[in-house]
């Protein structure tokens, strides 16, 4: 393939505007052209999980910003896979830039499943195969295949006239996939042999030596638990690892179980891996109703909710909140999966309400039930040896993760290695790659049903309700500027008694009525005046028997 | 030693209040006499940290409500070692106890300290040594020595008419501690010659295969991180370990560097230690504000913080909020310690803090740079051998840990093995092992300044305000049910505007006035009515364009 030789003032550049943080959503653009007038390409639009650090919201989104401002310059939105950090954005985030999507037809079902049953807006999205590439503006795009925990994720080779790109997504070395394909070695070798400018590479794994086992002997040891089991078990895995739906299917099998899918996403990667033939071979799978009516030693249970969540088909069956599904003392739930960081408190209380009810619980500590889909350090080596890069730019990870790589990618002798930050444009080429300019990227909440800022969603203002409590206070004066009525305390989220045994809500009320006897009667006719008198008297009355102010609602009026 | 023989209807039991469930604060009671006269040892007063679900609460505290009403029949608090999880919560409840407390000299002096920084009541401290046994009560007490990660840990054996119980409190096994003695196998082995009735035993690493290494051996394995240092080097631990504080000081020393404290209560254990003998032979500490005066290869820090607490030494010096110390690129952290669950995500911001200023960090991942106080499998194996008990009593740990502590005493042969919950009244003489009664047992909570409940402190409100916020209206209605005035809408912690881009207090102001209109009259004229009506309709326009319903404090005042 050849391409046009580049114009005067090309620069081919990447900027990350997420997936090189501490939160793991992925957002990566590549612009090619002159300074003012650069074509862009999006490579993937994810999701972070929200924490606890983040009261009431659900999920942390990219700020698109930037992309809207540039929406005319877009060529399109590459998917690499789909898995929430990669994709998870799609449905919220698409209607406000309504640019080409492409991605796999793995991804394309799973989206398309999910968009079913989370109506928004239509999104098309262009299908795309592995080795067939093609042309978008100045770029030419091919998708190659790699492994990984979930069907047809892929590296993208981005050919520009300015040189070769190669962003691998999510991958690892798995030369026993239980569903798919290895990773395609020999294109990427040959692409290497074209000569490759960078290599934008994930870095979850790169402080782990060594090379991660394969699906393959993960599936053996699956076989292995279900068959020495006496009573019921249970897996709970992500829902799109269906590599992991199948071993657990194809042990099922071995050991005459049926397979009970419990769970809606579960059924949904299910449903849409069936009908592209990745189960093909296997018996069907049963739900939930036809539970009640198998036998204990005929029933392989396949659950959500691995990382706790509490509204998942798992937690629910620990509380006993499970309409059709229930666990017995003696089974087995087996956590083929591992901790996403942050969640650790959830799974841990899970395990121990299992633990409570006489169910016996394997995890990844006890046995090889799991595996990362990432590569570890001798997979890197290997992929540097096939790609042989100019440029080295670890993403995916949080900086410990990034440095990691760093580190191991000059140790290889790639000439030029470059750390970059969220909002930092990175050029590429022409020239030594160098930091050519900065957005200021924000983050997104979903919250609710609505999508905006930490400010304009409330969730700041919720943080400080959330350590102090509220205390709503009601003041009627006449024109005098005298009491019209006794003023009224509601209060919420504070503590309902001091160190001495009387009621908060008394202190509250002597400040009140204190602080107005204090106010000069013509300042008393001043609303804003009497407000802020009155929201200090409270708060120091509450820190006086608490140490904490709460935040403080004060109405008043003047007849 | 001889005891009376029991009488007729004298039974021993044993209850946990904390210490065998999911957070960590221990404290355990011992009762011994007819069942409506007993007398009672308690066994620690442990503090568990709050985690994210317990929004703006510090500290999570033992419910002694049980033990406020026995109190009259209380013959001590024996405090294994001081730990917070077993001492911590002495300050803020002895007042209500008001019985004797025994220690040994370090938990008194360590206790003593700490009280003369956070101002509370005198609380008398009664010392004890290992190996000098006392009566109180019915019982007879001795402290026998175990090695731990703190000094003077002990176990305790606590002997009574219808037998011993062995009480390991938190213990492991290590030939050669860097301070104090081996755990003391001789008296184990001859207690449990004599005939052992009980062992109540810590169960953190039951899940643990193995024997732990020694602290020689973590200190070997600092000495040669601080010799191949080049600039700074830092390390972040517990502040009461001070064994580990010594083997840094001694690595300092052979690499010719100064060690500077920085933390308060890293100082205070130092201070406490150092009176106690326990750095005898060492270099003075140097403080903060030697730090400057001190070339980066002749220094080693000494950090609190490991735990990624925001107020500790770490933080602050990441966040370059420290007045008197910094790091610079090309210095080392050495994170000696590992993560309290719950803890992975403040440390892991950390560690990437360090790591993007060029910082060096090292971790429990990257080398022997701490190891665990308490026993795996190997040990309480050991531990079993010795005191040949007629009952185990796992405690200290998760259900997951129980259950796999129990199941590897059932596999030693222990008769009888009892694993109970908080609360639980498990008679262990005379007859077999039975839980004769159950007491209910809450939890106390620390919040600002104030302990109590969760309702009575406001936390769950709070948990309510963090997820939807807060909305406050205020109506104000003539004699005749008339609005005297536009109604008033704060608002707080909600989104700021819909989906459409209009904001959210209109909506409210709205449904507020349609409200108002839609009542009769007469009804008007009813505060409670009005009052209700509009929370209501406030919470449905709120939930309709943001899919959640805040808490809503409405005025109404009716001239």
């Known amino acids: 393939m050849t391409m046009p030789p580049p114009g005067r003032r090309d620069q081919l550049v990447f900027m990350p505007i997420g997936g090189v943080g501490e939160i793991g959503m992925n957002l990566g653009l590549y612009g090619y052209g002159p300074e003012r007038d650069r074509t862009w390409l999006v490579v993937d639009l994810g999701i972070a999980f929200a924490g606890p650090d983040l009261p009431g919201a659900d999920v942390i989104l990219p700020d698109v910003s930037y992309l809207e401002e540039e929406r005319g310059n877009i060529a399109g939105i590459l998917i690499t896979h789909a898995h929430e950090d990669h994709f998870g954005a799609l449905l919220d985030l698409w209607?406000?830039?309504?640019?080409?999507?492409?991605?796999?037809?793995?991804?394309?079902?799973?989206f398309e499943a999910k968009r079913a049953s989370d109506p928004g807006g239509d999104v098309p999205i262009t299908l795309v195969k592995p080795g067939e590439p093609f042309d978008l503006g100045p770029f030419n795009v091919e998708y190659i295949n790699v492994a990984h925990s979930i069907p047809e994720s892929n590296a993208l080779a981005i050919r520009t006239p300015l040189g070769t790109v190669i962003h691998t997504g999510d991958w690892k070395l798995d030369d026993t996939p239980v569903l798919g394909l290895p990773t395609d070695a020999a294109r990427l070798k040959a692409i290497g042999d074209e000569?490759?400018?960078a290599l934008v590479c994930d870095s979850t794994n790169a402080m782990r030596e060594g090379r991660?086992?394969?699906?393959?002997?993960?599936?053996?040891?699956?076989?292995e638990i279900v068959g020495a089991a006496k009573q019921r078990i249970a897996f709970t895995t992500f829902a799109s690892n269906v590599g992991r739906t199948r071993s657990i299917a194809l042990a099922a099998a071995a050991a005459r179980r049926e397979v009970v899918v419990v769970g809606r996403a579960m059924s949904r990667a299910i449903d849409v891996a069936?009908?592209?033939?990745?189960?093909?071979?296997?018996?069907?799978?049963?739900?939930?109703?036809?539970?009640?009516?198998?036998?204990?030693?005929?029933?392989?249970?396949?659950?959500?909710?691995?990382?706790?969540?509490?509204?998942?088909?798992?937690?629910?069956?620990?509380?006993?909140?499970?309409?059709?599904?229930?666990?017995?003392p003696g089974d087995t739930v087996v956590f083929s999966s591992r901790a996403i960081p942050g969640n650790e408190v959830p799974i841990n209380r899970l395990i121990n309400g299992l633990i409570r009810r006489g169910v016996k619980v394997i995890t990844d500590h006890d046995g090889l039930v799991h595996v990362s889909g990432h590569p570890r350090r001798d997979e890197l080596r290997e992929m540097y040896s096939w790609v042989r890069p100019q440029v080295a730019v670890p993403v995916h990870g949080e900086p410990m993760h990034l440095a990691a790589h760093a580190e191991l990618?000059?140790?290889?002798?790639?000439?030029?290695?470059?750390?970059?930050?969220?909002?930092?444009?990175?050029?590429?080429?022409?020239?030594?790659?160098e930091v050519v300019d900065h957005v200021e990227v924000e983050r997104l909440y979903r919250d609710g049903t609505l999508i905006g800022?930490?400010?304009?969603?409330g969730i700041a203002e919720r943080r400080r309700l959330a350590f102090a409590g509220h205390v709503g206070v009601s003041v009627i004066l006449s024109a005098k500027g005298e009491l019209d009525a006794d003023p009224e305390i509601m209060a919420t989220g504070i503590p309902i008694r001091d160190g001495a045994g009387r009621p908060l809500e008394e202190a509250i009320h002597a400040a009140v009525l204190g602080t107005l006897e204090s106010l000069p009667r013509a300042r008393r006719?001043?609303?804003?005046?009497?407000?802020?008198?009155?929201?200090?008297?409270?708060?120091?009355?509450?820190?006086?028997?608490?140490?904490?102010?709460?935040?403080?609602?004060?109405?008043?009026?003047?007849?």
Chains 1, 2 share one sequence.
């Open 212 to 223: 991660s086992p394969s699906e393959t002997e993960v599936a053996a040891s699956l076989a």
């Open 525 to 559: 006719r001043d609303p804003e005046v009497v407000r802020e008198a009155v929201r200090r008297a409270v708060r120091s009355a509450v820190a006086e028997a608490w140490g904490k102010k709460p935040v403080c609602s004060v109405f008043v009026a003047v007849l």
């Open 274 to 328: 069936g009908e592209l033939g990745y189960l093909d071979g296997l018996p069907p799978f049963l739900d939930q109703d036809d539970f009640a009516h198998l036998p204990r030693h005929r029933v392989v249970l396949l659950l959500t909710g691995s990382q706790g969540e509490p509204r998942a088909a798992l937690a629910r069956i620990v509380e006993e909140d499970h309409k059709a599904v229930d666990l017995d």
């Open 195 to 197: 000569g490759v400018l």
């Open 453 to 457: 800022g930490l400010e304009a969603m």
């Open 95 to 110: 209607p406000r830039l309504r640019v080409p999507v492409y991605a796999t037809a793995f991804t394309k079902g799973l």
């Open 409 to 433: 990618a000059r140790g290889l002798g790639v000439p030029e290695v470059r750390v970059i930050a969220d909002g930092a444009m990175l050029r590429l080429a022409p020239g030594r790659p």
